[in-house]
Structures are given as structure tokens and as C-alpha cells.
């Protein structure tokens, strides 16, 4: 699939390779995971210093103009190498707010977020049903106020703001809400990275709060659900290829019987396997990307590609300790870390069972409606 990078393209991955190298991998994960802390700070500073966030934003309002298939190429080397950054999140929002309509409340957060003055992070897309509202917010447009809770926002821990998407139809709406008017409850996922509840009450939202209204708020809503979705998909594609390339690593040394394990077939053919489900994942999500650049994507074909990568991390991480064998399944061994990272990746924005609903559920709409 490099075939279908251009130079340009080339050098974004070979850079985005080179920055989470020096500030990820399984020893660093380790010393987060030891302090406590959900975010690895120094990269993240070297990724906004780097302009990664605005990749996926328009030159006009202080981004690169490239879009989401040269954002995700750097979001493939973050879930390549356990790397515990928000630049989904964040990018997933600065990418929303840049094609907002009304500039005057949006660009003054867009400048914040691209500085990296500001974390924004997306608190409603963890539980939106497609086409819907998260179900523990109640909003009412008449007053302004907002009640309720939201579950599983991932960097609440850190976030400066969140971004909402409330309401649905005609009566959707986008709005930006500080920290200090959110209670934030943040709890550990099995692999060390984090998710909060967000509790508000009867918060009163200003005029000047809200980013978009109405259908543009719905049209905004559903390509922030959708970026959101296709990121998480490509970090597992390269958390996967890690993993199997680690397996490989591992099973030309590994001795029994007098040759390497890897000799033995049913063990090519397991790695054969993975190394085919990772090809036909990543050809899937770079032909959806570019149709979502495009403007052109099904919105079954999203998740698609969510459901098929999270069933292929997960079969790859699983097979990658069994062929490891015993020491696979020891909290000293990195291979574990892999396993953990898909399993908390796999659930994000949905997962494969979630996915392949919607897919059918989609694709089931068009065929009905097809004379």
C-alpha cells in the first residue's frame, strides 16, 4: 500500500515513525502507567510543535490543508508505538471547529487548540448513538441548560475544554464548555490510558458557547463521530503490525525441537494470517479516508473499517501470546501491553460488534431503498 503515498506523504510517515520511536514503546508506557499519568507529555508537546493537529485543517484558518488520510499516517505510528496522546481527539476537534460557519466563536478555539495553549477534546462522541445524542444529557435550547452526565471521554483527565454535541435534527447543537464548569471523575482502562465521566449541573450555557446549531451542528456531529471512528481504526491497524512484527522477532529466534519455532507451518500460517488481515485493514482505511476527504465516503464503509480492525488487533494480539508462549502471558513480557492497548482501543467509538451493526443496519437502508 506505500504505492499509494505520495513523497510528501512519505516523509509525514517517516517523521510521525522517527517522533513516537523517541517518545513511546513499551518502557515508556511502563513509566506512565507507574506514575499515573494518562499522557505522555513531551511528545505530545513535540506533536503540536510539530503541526500535527492542523493537518487535517484548512490553510485559511492556520492548518496545512491535507486532511484526515495524512492525519491518520501519524495516528498509525501512535498506536504503532503505545503512544498515550490525545492527537485523535484533539485533532478530531480542531478538524470540526475548522469547518464551522461562524468563525467568530470557532477560530479564537481553533488558534487556542493549534498552539497547544488549549486542550479541546470531544466529550460526547464516546456514547453517541449514530445519528443521535449521548442519553445521559438533558438539554433544554429553551433555557440553555444542560444536566446530566456523559461516560467514557478519553484525556478528560487533561482536558482545558470539552466539546459537546447535544440535541438532534433541527434542534442540534455544538458547544464548547470550560473545565471549571464540568465535574470530572476519571477512572484506568486495563491498558493505562484513562476515560471520564463528565457530570454537569444545571449548567448554564452562554450564547457565546455554542459553535453551530441546527443541520450544520448535526453535519458537523457526525464527521467528528466519523474522524473519531477511522482514527481509532488506523491506531489499531499499526498496534497490530507491531505486535505481529514483534511475534516474528521472536519466533525465528525461539528454540524447540532443536530449530526455530518459526520453521514449524501452523506458525507461518498464523503470522501469514495476521500479516493479511493488517494488508487488507490498512488498504480498507486508506480507501475510505480518502473517499471521506473526497467527501464521497458511505458512512457504512466507517465502520467497516472500525469492525474489521478491531477484530484484527484483537485475533493478531492474541495470537502474538500464544506464540510466545507462557512468557507471553506475563505482566514482564511487552507483548502483554499490545494485547491491553487493543483490548481498550477495540471498545473506543465502538467495537466490532457495534460496528457490524451499524454497517449492516446502514447497507440494509440502501438496499431497500435501491428500485
Not at 478555539?109 to 445519528?131: C, M, N, Q, T
Not at 456523559?150 to 447543537?173: E, K
Request: proline share 3%; glycine share 10%; charged share 20%.
Amino acid at each position: 500500500m506505500d504505492l499509494l503515498l505520495t513523497e510528501q506523504q512519505n516523509l509525514l510517515a517517516e517523521s510521525a515513525a522517527r517522533l513516537c520511536a523517541d517518545h513511546g514503546g513499551p518502557k515508556r508506557l511502563r513509566a506512565l502507567q507507574a506514575s499515573g499519568v494518562e499522557m505522555e507529555a513531551s511528545g505530545w508537546r513535540e506533536m503540536v510543535k510539530a503541526g500535527w493537529l492542523g493537518t487535517a485543517v484548512a490553510e485559511l484558518h492556520g492548518g496545512q490543508g491535507l486532511g484526515a488520510f495524512d492525519f491518520a499516517l501519524a495516528l498509525e505510528q501512535v498506536g504503532r508505538h503505545l503512544l498515550m496522546v490525545p492527537l485523535l481527539e484533539a485533532g478530531a476537534v480542531a478538524a470540526t471547529l475548522s469547518n464551522a460557519t461562524d468563525r467568530s466563536r470557532s477560530q479564537a478555539a481553533l488558534d487556542e487548540l493549534l498552539k497547544g495553549s488549549r486542550l479541546i477534546v470531544p466529550a460526547a462522541a464516546a456514547s453517541w448513538r449514530h445519528g443521535g445524542h449521548p442519553g445521559g444529557l438533558r438539554y433544554d435550547r429553551r433555557t440553555g441548560t444542560l444536566d446530566g452526565s456523559i461516560p467514557f471521554v478519553a484525556y478528560g483527565g487533561s482536558a482545558d475544554a470539552f466539546f459537546l454535541a447535544l440535541g438532534a435534527g433541527a434542534q442540534a447543537v455544538l458547544v464548547l464548555v470550560p473545565r471549571a464548569d464540568v465535574s470530572v471523575a476519571t477512572e484506568r482502562n486495563v491498558d493505562g490510558s484513562t476515560v471520564s465521566t463528565l457530570t454537569f449541573a444545571r449548567l448554564q450555557l452562554p450564547a457565546e458557547s455554542v459553535i453551530a446549531t441546527g443541520d450544520e451542528a448535526r453535519k458537523l456531529a457526525s464527521a467528528l463521530q466519523e474522524f473519531l471512528i477511522l482514527g481509532a481504526a488506523v491506531a489499531l491497524i499499526g498496534l497490530a503490525a507491531a505486535a505481529l512484527d514483534i511475534t516474528l522477532d521472536y519466533i525465528k529466534l525461539r528454540q524447540q525441537f532443536g530449530r526455530p519455532i518459526g520453521s514449524f507451518q501452523v506458525l507461518q500460517h498464523r503470522a501469514v494470517d495476521g500479516f493479511v488481515a493488517i494488508e487488507l485493514d490498512r488498504s480498507l482505511a486508506y480507501r475510505v479516508l480518502a473517499a471521506f476527504d473526497a467527501g464521497e465516503h458511505h458512512p457504512a464503509m466507517v465502520s467497516a473499517v472500525k469492525a474489521r480492525a478491531s477484530r484484527s488487533a484483537l485475533d493478531i494480539t492474541r495470537a502474538a501470546l500464544q506464540m510466545h508462549g507462557a512468557i507471553g502471558y506475563t505482566a514482564e513480557h511487552d507483548i502483554g501491553l499490545y494485547y491491553k492497548r487493543a483490548l481498550a482501543l477495540a471498545a473506543q467509538y465502538g467495537g466490532e460488534l457495534g460496528h457490524a451493526a451499524r454497517f449492516s443496519g446502514l447497507t440494509r437502508e440502501t438496499v431497500v431503498a435501491t428500485p
